[in-house]
């Protein structure tokens, strides 16, 4: 016998993939987004409820992205953005490390020597996807956008 959470939980994963309407970007940031409430111990009416207030439009699921990442990150964030949004290839995770310490401390790129970061590997991978929610990743070791329509996004009227 099927439990009824189960079949609750078929039933949320049913709703995301109708709403989804074969767009699988959309689907993924939306199951990332419900995995956090459940991280956060929710239930499942309180993920059906996260569901239902998501954008159904990817940009529009974008911008309610990056609306959602914490006022102490925006200007790091932004500029996160800005240096990969402008970047001809993806960049060092070294390059990101500077400039957020360029950031806290002004001058910081003039008067230090060029020096390794001192960040691990796992702490900048939390760091730079809470400051971008998701919307930068590191492969390897640069910093790259999600996925080209992260990119085309950014370049939108109003971004």
């Given amino acids: 016998?099927?439990?009824?959470?189960?079949?609750?939980?078929?039933?949320?994963?049913n709703e995301i993939a109708e709403k989804a309407e074969g767009v699988f970007l959309w689907a993924f940031l939306v199951a990332r987004s419900l995995r956090e409430g459940l991280l956060n111990h929710g239930m499942i009416?309180?993920?059906?409820?996260?569901?239902?207030?998501?954008?159904?439009?990817?940009?529009?699921?974008?911008?309610?992205?990056?609306?959602?990442?914490?006022?102490?990150?925006?200007?790091k964030m932004a500029t996160m953005l800005l240096v990969t949004l402008r970047a001809v290839e993806p960049l060092l995770v070294n390059l990101y490390w500077h400039k957020e310490k360029e950031i806290e401390q002004p001058g910081h790129a003039?008067?230090?020597?060029?020096?390794?970061?001192?960040v691990g590997s796992e702490q900048m991978h939390r760091r730079t996807n809470g400051i971008s929610k998701g919307m930068l990743e590191i492969r390897l070791d640069h910093i790259e956008f999600l996925h080209r329509t992260v990119r085309d996004f950014l370049f939108t009227p109003g971004i």
């Fill in 45 to 75: 009416q309180e993920l059906r409820m996260r569901l239902g207030e998501l954008p159904r439009d990817l940009e529009c699921l974008f911008r309610h992205i990056l609306e959602s990442v914490d006022r102490v990150y925006h200007a």
């Fill in 110 to 118: 003039m008067n230090c020597e060029v020096e390794p970061a001192t």
């Fill in 1 to 13: 016998m099927v439990a009824r959470k189960d079949l609750q939980i078929n039933a949320l994963v």
